[in-house]
């Protein structure tokens, strides 16, 4: 099976070393492996080479045009074109792509605009999986000037004008965050350290499966617990308490938005209702929760399948740690992504995207299970592919509405929609 694997980083970072030690130990396992550089060694990549050194004068449009021009030849080459090796089932290890001129001339130039240009051309393969090798811009000089001997440096081979790329790239990566597969290793220490994180990386993101699961709704149902919570602080700011209908609403999203959306619009009473919420959830409401028929099953059962578990959800963290831990299941996840009682936002999107980088999963290899808009909405923002139960508290077609990839009746369905087995 092809896979198309980039380096990127700052010059000195020491990419053609690791990319030299990677093939190899591919190799050995047995893998058909080519690698190759940018700028490419054909009449366009000479071209830029000489833009480089300074002898040719480039405006940094035309250099970015250079740049993607030369990327087209280099996939679309007959005779050792990446698209031909992809076809043949090799690995490719390439030593930057198009992000190095997102970043190198999209700093002098456009960014949006390099972008475009890169992402509407039929010509280019997308790779599977991006290392960023991170390393101070002054360390990266260093390197530069220790490894370079009387070669003179290039155009943009000094600190100040790679502390500028250093920041393009970072704004580059967070940009793309829900586009490409992109994980940073850190390119400091001993070249065989430097192998060994690397290559943990390539093996995590190529075989991880990683299942988010939403919590309130999806794995435990603590609906009496929360209106029970709402009901007591309503009293206590002497509010008029919804009715159960729109309480229903409450289980999902932060308490904050739906106060301020269904109770009254004020921003500081709000906080002061949240605060008079868990003054009854943290000792009492979060003991009324229980778990849904089959939910310890199917843990077990996706972890036998090689699932790391995770939850993703909206509920302040130490909440669904104590009643993770407290309903027996905590051994199941490998980690919670939710807000801390001091945040007030919430972003479910960023939390999948935080999960991905933590575990090096790649997008195709997660999912996000969920039974209201909020998750579904969270994992079209991260792009991975989201599972809707219609047990929790969505109301009639929410979960269609916002476009949930597959929808299940019950607990026992969640089992072949994530991993597209029987039980
Ligand atoms: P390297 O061979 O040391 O990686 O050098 C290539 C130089 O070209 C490096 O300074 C980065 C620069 N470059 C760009 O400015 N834009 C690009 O798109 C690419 C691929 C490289």
Redesign the pocket.
Request: hydrophobic share 15%.
């Given at each position: 099976m092809s896979r198309f694997i980039v380096f990127e980083g700052l010059?000195g970072t020491g990419?053609t070393t690791q990319i030299k030690k990677l093939a190899e130990y591919l190799k050995n396992r047995g893998e058909s492996v080519f690698t190759d550089?940018?700028?490419s060694a054909l009449p366009s990549g000479k071209l830029i080479r000489r833009v480089?050194s300074g002898e040719v004068k480039s405006s940094p449009w035309a250099?970015a045009a250079l740049?993607l021009a030369d990327r087209i030849n280099q996939n679309a080459d007959p005779e050792n074109g990446i698209a031909k090796h992809l076809e043949a089932g090799d690995t490719v290890i390439l030593?930057?792509y198009?992000f190095?001129?997102f970043a190198?001339?999209g700093y002098e130039t456009d960014m949006d605009w390099a972008m475009d240009m890169h992402y509407l051309c039929p010509e280019l393969r997308k790779p599977d999986l991006v290392l960023f090798l991170t390393m101070p811009p002054e360390k990266c000089i260093e390197r530069i000037t220790e490894n370079r001997g009387a070669q003179p440096l290039?155009i943009?081979?000094t600190t100040e004008k790679l502390t500028e790329i250093s920041a393009k790239f970072n704004s580059v990566f967070e940009k793309l965050a829900a586009k490409e597969n992109v994980f940073y290793i850190d390119a400091s220490g001993s070249i065989d350290e430097v192998h060994e994180r690397i290559v943990n990386a390539v093996s995590s993101a190529f075989s991880k499966k990683l299942a988010l699961f939403d919590f309130d709704g999806t794995v435990i149902d603590n609906s009496e617990g929360i209106y029970n919570c709402i009901r007591y602080a309503c009293e206590k700011m002497g509010v008029e308490c919804p009715g159960d209908e729109t309480l229903r609403r409450f289980v999902g999203p932060p308490l904050y938005d739906s106060y301020n959306k269904y109770i009254e619009d004020d921003n500081d009473r709000a906080l002061y209702f949240v605060d008079c919420y868990r003054e009854r959830y943290a000792p009492i409401g979060k003991t009324e929760a229980k778990l849904y028929n089959g939910i310890p099953e199917l843990f077990s059962a996706l972890k036998a399948e090689g699932y790391t578990l995770a939850v993703c959800s909206g509920k302040p963290r130490d909440f669904v740690m104590s009643i993770a831990e407290n309903l027996g299941i905590s051994s199941f996840f490998s980690d919670y992504f939710c807000p801390s009682f001091s945040d007030t936002g919430i972003d479910k999107g960023g939390y999948i995207l935080r999960a991905m980088k933590e575990f090096t999963v790649l997008r195709e290899n997660t999912v996000m299970v969920g039974d209201t808009k909020s998750d579904i909405l969270a994992a079209k923002k991260a792009n991975v592919r989201s599972i809707g139960v219609r047990y929790g508290f969505a109301s009639e077609n929410e979960l269609e509405e916002c476009g949930a990839d597959v929808t299940v009746d019950d607990v026992s369905g969640i089992f072949h929609a994530v991993t597209g087995k029987k039980t």
């Open positions: 010059d990419k550089a940018e700028p480089l250099t740049f030593d930057r198009y190095s001129t190198y001339q290039e943009y081979e």
